[in-house]
């Protein structure tokens, strides 16, 4: 496909703005005609809906990214929506349609009237040359169809059904969705604009990742190691004995992590040879020391797998997103412990859950990921438990000691969100990752 600028562009108002903001910038439209709701038709439709909010969005980051305006908005009232002919009037009252050059409608995010009554608006006015375009969520593939409902000519037109933009941000992503992002802050930057940041022979790096192989190889060939704290004795898995400093019974559990590290590191060559001190790490600092090493050893397998991936332009450890003005602590929304963004827009979330987790919990990171990229969210919590632990979640004989883990197991899957286990980082990251790329070809 040429790539001239696009005469008209016509958009429809969505929370998933990201939709709106990728054709944009694919089509870099001279016009730019935005379908949305009056104010009164957002209170009689549902008084929570804010599509003021997702217009200024978005017209502010095209405004400052693209340089473009907003030619006309499309006003729509309650009762228009209940009408085809009502909405084919509204349109045509503001659409400059005497060119015959194409108008692109993206219908994306609109509501089904909308795209209904645009398809026959095109047929009725024989515009031929116009194309109606749909991004579908779970395979993120872009639709290009003409008034007909055909396909565009996918040979002659390959690179027509790319969108993805290599210059995205968390940034951009977070403020499209309403999020504040002054200020925004996280643990640790992985990837930034395609770029791995982290580099193989940093020390944390290999370390978190021997932790990890010692770790995955204890389920293969189960081991356990004994320690005494506070005159008791402790005998298990060394795995078991990590999560163990969340019980109540451990007194002082940082000092009780460094007791396992220091029994481990003497045992285990390769991982003191990595020179991370894992006992005078801000790790060790935290109230609950193991959820952030289990977030580093899952963070690291990630990252394994995604350095060198185009599709994944961003990763970062602990993001915080807020939705007020301030980024207070007491505006904080959520904290991703491991976030992935695409070139198409998607964040994939990953939770890392080494204690306990309630119902709402889980729903709040399902509603957090939704709110960030629409349908193309995914959440993923990564548990520590294995992956026959977790098929076995409800069996009667399950070894002590993991309620609290197995909780999570139970609230994921109430609120339907996949969760992986601790092993199945990279078999089932990649094939997502390579599931994308064919579909992307096709």
Known sequence: MSQERA???????????????????????????????????????????????????????VKDNLDLEFHECIELEANDVYSMQEVKEKIMGKIDNKSQKPIYWHITGGQRVIALAVSDLIK??????????????????????????????????????????????FQRVLKLAGFKTKNLTSTEVMKVNGHPKIDESNEKYLFYDELYKILDNERKKPKKYEIQYENKKYKDFLRNLLLKSNSPIIKNRIEYLKLIFKDVLEQKAKLKNTGYKICESKEMERPYPIGYIFENLAAYQIYKVVQNDDSII?????????????????????????????????????ECKSGGMKGDNAKSHNYTTYRLSGVFGIPIIISPLYKREISSVDHPNQQKGLEKQREVVRAAKNAEIEIWGFEEIKSKLKPLLDFNKRKGSE
């Open 314 to 350: 961003g990763m970062e450890t602990s993001l915080k997103t807020y939705f007020a003005k301030e980024n207070t602590k007491d505006n904080e929304v959520d904290e991703l412990d491991i976030v992935l963004l695409t070139d198409t827009g998607k964040i994939i979330n990953f």
């Open 7 to 61: 005469e008209s562009l016509v958009v429809c108002s969505t929370l998933n703005q990201i939709t709106n903001y990728l054709i944009i910038k694919k089509y870099m439209p001279k016009k730019i005609y935005n379908i949305t709701f009056s104010d009164e038709a957002c209170q009689a439709m549902n008084k929570n809906i804010k599509i003021s909010d997702w217009d200024n969005q978005l017209k502010q980051e």
């Open 124 to 169: 009725e006015e024989k515009r031929l040359q116009d194309r109606l375009i749909y991004l579908e969520g779970n395979t993120e593939r872009l639709i290009i169809n003409d008034c007909y409902g055909r396909l565009s000519n996918k040979e002659d037109n390959r690179n027509e059904f790319s969108y993805g933009d290599k210059s995205l941000s």
